[in-house]
């Protein structure tokens, strides 16, 4: 694991499902998962720039620096006890495949050992998810990647709203991860109100 290699409050490994938005495949713990889908309702954070800049994103004063950067979410990283956080890209070439997001208690720079170890384990996240795609026979790498959405819940969610809008994946997901927003939701609970039939998107919601 690396938070045994590099002291961090927690780390998360997103993946791009189009569009700029990235969902979380795995994390080390509820905080970290936590932080991760922070971005993913605010629009906005370390995980969604490496996607858009295609290199590493290094953040040492989140209280400082980083609100200048994300606004919305520092400060709410911040609440949680996140002080300095780090996003690496996961890539194949050109193909922006996720990002491994390392987030500290504690505000201050990555010594050449852990930012080396970091990298390591994006490599690593890399070559264990082109195995799991191979795995499942879909020889394609590109997002959008439906298959490997982190819950069976938000999937079927996806599945709801594309049919009830007619939406596509990326626009269907983009519309729940809307909701979860405009009422301060996790994406979860959002899911599991579509699937349970008490809630409904309309078309005008995005």
Not at 77 to 93: E, S
Not at 96 to 123: E, I, N, W
Not at 135 to 151: I, K, Q, S, Y
Not at 154 to 167: H, K, P
Request: proline share 7%.
């Amino acid at each position: 694991m690396l938070t045994t290699l590099v002291p961090a409050l927690g780390v998360g490994l997103t993946i791009s499902v189009g569009r700029g938005l990235s969902m979380t495949l795995t994390s080390s713990g509820d905080l970290a998962d936590e932080l991760d889908e922070m971005q993913l309702v605010l629009g906005e954070g370390p995980s969604l720039d490496v996607e858009f800049l295609s290199r590493p994103v290094l953040e040492p004063e989140l209280a400082r620096s980083g609100g200048q950067e994300w606004p919305a979410f520092s400060p709410a990283a911040g609440a949680l006890g996140a002080a300095a956080v780090f996003g690496f890209p996961i890539q194949l070439g050109a193909v922006h495949l996720g990002a491994l997001t390392v987030y500290r208690s504690d505000p201050g720079g990555l010594s050449r050992a852990p930012l080396r170890d970091c990298l390591h384990a994006a490599g690593i996240a890399r070559d264990l998810i082109l195995e799991d795609l191979d795995r499942d026979g879909a020889g394609e790498v590109l997002p959008p990647w439906a298959e490997v959405l982190p819950t069976p819940q938000l999937y079927q969610a996806q599945g709801m709203v594309m049919v009830q809008l007619g939406a596509d994946p990326v626009d269907a997901l983009a519309r729940i991860r809307a909701h979860a927003y405009a009422y301060d939701q996790r994406i979860g609970a959002v899911a599991e109100a579509i699937i349970s039939g008490n809630l409904t998107l309309n078309r005008e919601e995005s």
